[in-house]
């Protein structure tokens, strides 16, 4: 499975943006699918994840209900739409995807495929 991220680039603080991750390539079953990001300096962090059904989503405690993650399967794809941007959310963002639905979802290991990343930059 190759994964491919999309939609990153400069906006204001209190903008907005939509993150696409497009899934090619074979999977031997459902995936579940995630978005991490990677501020500079800093850690890689979990940001959202949603079940291959769509019913199990979580975000990280930071979200506040400003990002909705979203799937479209029929077209292999997950959305990361951001509203209310804020410069601290500068970061590169990678989307993710696991084999397996485990507890563990905020951790990076629980992951085998990841895109390549693309760069988010909120201006203040």
């Known amino acids: 499975v190759q994964l491919q991220a999309s939609g990153g680039g400069?906006?204001?603080?209190?903008?907005?943006?939509r993150l696409s991750c497009a899934q090619s390539g074979r999977s031997?079953?459902?995936?579940?699918?995630g978005w991490f990001r990677q501020?500079?300096?800093?850690?890689?962090?979990?940001?959202a994840r949603i079940s291959f059904s769509g019913r199990a989503i979580y975000y990280a405690d930071f979200v506040q209900g400003r990002f909705t993650i979203s799937t479209d399967n029929a077209k292999n794809m997950v959305y990361l739409q951001m509203n209310s941007l804020k410069p601290e959310d500068t970061a590169v963002?990678?989307?993710a995807?696991?084999?397996?639905?485990d507890k563990y979802y905020k951790r990076?290991?629980?992951y085998?495929?990841?895109?390549?990343?693309?760069l988010v930059t909120v201006s203040s």
């Open 39 to 47: 501020a500079p300096g800093e850690e890689r962090e979990f940001v």
């Open 93 to 95: 963002y990678y989307c």
């Open 10 to 17: 400069l906006v204001q603080a209190g903008g907005s943006l």
């Open 112 to 118: 085998e495929n990841w895109g390549q990343g693309t």
């Open 108 to 110: 990076e290991s629980s």
């Open 28 to 33: 031997l079953g459902p995936l579940h699918m």
């Open 97 to 101: 995807a696991a084999a397996s639905a």
